[in-house]
């Protein structure tokens, strides 16, 4: 019997070495499942993140390119000087000498609306133009995209227009008017960026199939190692043709060359896992509990990782379209707000309310900055609540305030909102040791009332500004108002001609 017990106990025991042997094995398996789970995760996050910034510094190179370019494909004077008559001294000393010791613009080449080279310029060399028709031939197909965005934008517009001037920034607009590539040219890799020559004040666009500026500029190794530095990548290059043989190259395909195969960029992968397997490799000759803490733990450093990344690119893009004091708004993201609604129409009328504050230099220079941030962000929240679902403020300087304004927008409304704000602006604001007090003066026009465009409507608004401060600040002015006080003193001045005749006449009777 006692031998009995006893075996069975031993059995037992045999068990439950065995149960705790596979639970321990079947839990670090678990672990190994979920680390190499995590470790494809952290390297797909990793990839998609560096993807996703080489593709946005790639659309960064052709916007400066494209940006560099456009001194000279949005300008008048080039226009003019590029028409059937070449103007050469324009050529000489705005192209040949601008484009390429200021910007590095290898090669320069006016397209004529038959895609046949009116202008050429190596470096600072103007040369045949017909020695750049195969550079043409090459990327007709970007001579040939930027031309169809022209059309396309011509065609959207829903009136007329009868120049090109303050309609629409080929560059830095939703819908820019370039096209841009990386190719093969002169024996090493350039981006090519191709604009259509337009005007950037008042001289009119040309009828027709339009002319194009191409330009070419090459990759150098400088540029590579920037990319490096700023993407925070290694051994990043670009190459033509011919997949990376090394299974750690990360790799981007660009563009395709006519006859020359496909442009890459390609990268060393550095995976994350690695870094995850590395911290994992001592729980596994560990007990049950240290390996459960350190499932904890690693578990808990994946998550604060993605989370700190999540974290990261939410503050990134709000920084980018908000005042890093105040936390309102700024002028970005106020210019983008109003050019959708002037764009798609989204809305019959907006009101814009530009706003200074008053004697707050005074405050600055008697208390010192803090005090002064002190003040502008005791101000943006009261903008803010005072605006609410109305609309939004934004800071687009120093002590510059721009109200988008999109209910309530009759006159009577807009201009009690722009009372109680230059009443909340005067209240007294509490700073360390003392308590100060500014004021603001604001300007308000209506959209399209008073202007149709983003740049004129504002400028109007900040032309009723400084009728504000002209008047004695504190005050609020609208546009109109501008326009009815010419009226009025004219009216004055005909009135006063006509009493003096009249003061004439009597005397001579």
Request: hydrophobic letters at 40%; one cysteine or more.
């Amino acid at each position: 019997m006692n031998r009995a017990a006893s075996g069975k106990q031993k059995e037992l025991k045999s068990y439950v070495w065995i149960a705790c042997i596979l639970a321990t094995l079947a839990f670090l398996s678990s672990n190994i499942i979920m680390l190499k789970i995590a470790s494809n995760t952290a390297d797909d996050v990793q990839l998609a993140k560096q993807m996703q910034l080489v593709e946005h510094e790639i659309e960064n190179q052709y916007f400066m390119h494209a940006r560099d370019q456009s001194q000279i494909s949005n300008w008048d004077d080039a226009l003019k000087a590029l028409e059937e008559d070449v103007d050469l001294e324009f050529v000489k000393s705005e192209i040949a000498d601008w484009l390429f010791s200021d910007f590095d613009i290898q090669m320069s080449i006016v397209v004529d609306p038959k895609n046949m080279p009116r202008v050429a310029v190596y470096e600072e060399t103007i040369l045949d133009p017909s020695k750049a028709q195969n550079a043409i031939d090459q990327n007709i197909d970007l001579v040939n995209k930027t031309r169809e965005k022209f059309v396309d934008y011509l065609s959207a517009q829903t009136v007329p227009i009868e120049n090109f001037s303050g309609i629409h920034d080929p560059i830095r607009s939703a819908s820019p008017i370039y096209a841009a590539g990386f190719r093969h040219f002169n024996g090493q890799i350039s981006t090519v960026v191709a604009q259509v020559l337009v005007p950037h004040d008042d001289y009119p666009m040309p009828s027709g199939t339009p002319r194009v500026l191409l330009t070419f500029k090459p990759v150098t190794q400088a540029n590579l190692s920037k990319i490096n530095q700023k993407l925070e990548l290694e051994n990043f290059e670009l190459r033509i043709g011919g997949m990376p043989s090394n299974e750690e190259k990360q790799v981007l395909k660009l563009s395709e060359v006519p006859r020359e195969g496909a442009i890459y960029a390609s990268w060393h992968h550095t995976k994350a896992s690695a870094y995850i397997w590395k911290m994992a490799y001592p729980t596994f000759g560990l007990a049950l509990l240290i390996s459960l803490l350190a499932l904890v733990f690693v578990g808990r450093k994946f998550a604060t990782t993605v989370e700190q990344l999540q974290r990261s690119e939410e503050q990134n893009r709000f920084l980018a379209l908000h005042d890093s004091l105040t936390g309102l708004p700024n002028r970005l993201f106020f210019d983008r707000e109003l050019e959708t609604i002037i764009a798609e129409q989204k809305q019959d009328r907006c009101a814009i309310l530009c706003m200074d504050l008053d004697h707050f230099k005074a405050v600055n220079d008697s208390f010192g900055h803090h005090a002064g941030d002190v003040v502008l962000k005791t101000i943006s929240d009261r903008l803010s609540t005072i605006v609410g679902e109305s609309g939004f403020a934004s800071r687009v300087g120093g002590d510059e305030f721009i109200i988008l304004v999109k209910n309530h927008l009759d006159k009577d409304s807009v201009m009690y909102l722009s009372d109680q704000l230059i009443e909340e602006a005067c209240k007294p604001i509490e700073i360390p040791g003392a308590s100060v007090q500014v004021g603001a003066s604001i300007g308000v026009a209506w959209w399209p009332d008073d202007a149709l465009t983003v740049k004129s409507i504002i400028r109007s608004a900040d032309e009723a500004l400084y009728y504000s401060k002209e008047k004695g600040r504190g005050t609020v002015s609208c546009a109109d108002q501008l326009h009815n006080t010419g009226d009025q003193l004219k009216a004055n001045s005909d009135q006063t001609v006509i009493d003096q005749m009249r003061d004439a006449t009597s005397r001579t009777g």
